[in-house]
């Protein structure tokens, strides 16, 4: 039941986590996304959890659909993603770089119309009530979003926060999902370490 939970409420919260697709010569690498250490500084609930990092050109974006992304291109990316040994939390950590800044700004722009448009949905395969809205902000990079959501299903509610971060043509993007609410000090403090790093 929590493994079902999780991938519910992985929606917006995994917003920008980034495909895996292997890349020569990225421009987006490791060292320009919090890592394991920095994850476990934030989370420390996950130091006995289990890491993986890849690199991407793909990043994903609001699908036309309520709950359903859709995926561009990115010219490359990277993500870390930690999963706690009692399943929860999960937290994913990563950053992309795009064609230019108009590009960031526009996706940016389109989450916080997804936020919006879709503050109350029921997911259209599985029939989870997902709500969503935006969070506090912390002010990073040139432009930043957070986002709340809760994934209802069969009884059991999941908890996601995501943090969106621009800097320039750069997006870092940090979500955590947890079984209980998530804490704001740990997700603004890994935020606070994305941004750092996304320049």
Do not use: W
């Amino acid at each position: 039941m929590k493994r079902t939970s999780l991938s519910l409420a992985g929606g917006l919260a995994t917003a920008l986590l980034l495909a895996s697709a292997p890349t020569a010569h990225a421009a987006v690498s490791a060292k320009d996304a919090p890592s394991k250490g920095d994850i476990v500084k934030a989370f420390p609930e996950l130091a006995d959890g289990q890491f993986t990092t890849e690199k991407t050109k793909a990043i994903s974006v609001p699908g036309k659909e309520c709950g359903v992304p859709s995926t561009e291109k990115a010219k490359s990316g990277t993500s870390t993603t930690g999963v706690s040994a009692a399943g929860f939390p999960v937290v994913v950590a990563g950053a992309a770089e795009v064609k230019n800044d108009a590009k960031a700004k526009s996706y940016l722009k389109a989450y916080k119309a997804y936020v919006k448009k879709c503050a109350t949905f029921t997911e259209p395969t599985t029939g989870a009530t997902i709500t969503a809205s935006l969070g506090t902000s912390f002010k990073l990079g040139d432009e930043s979003l957070t986002v709340v959501q809760e994934t209802t299903f069969s009884g059991i509610t999941s908890y996601s926060t995501s943090v969106l971060i621009r800097d320039g043509k750069r997006i870092a993007s940090i979500a955590a999902i947890d079984d209980a609410a998530i804490s704001t000090s740990s997700v603004k403090k890994l935020a606070k370490v994305a941004a750092k790093k996304l320049k």
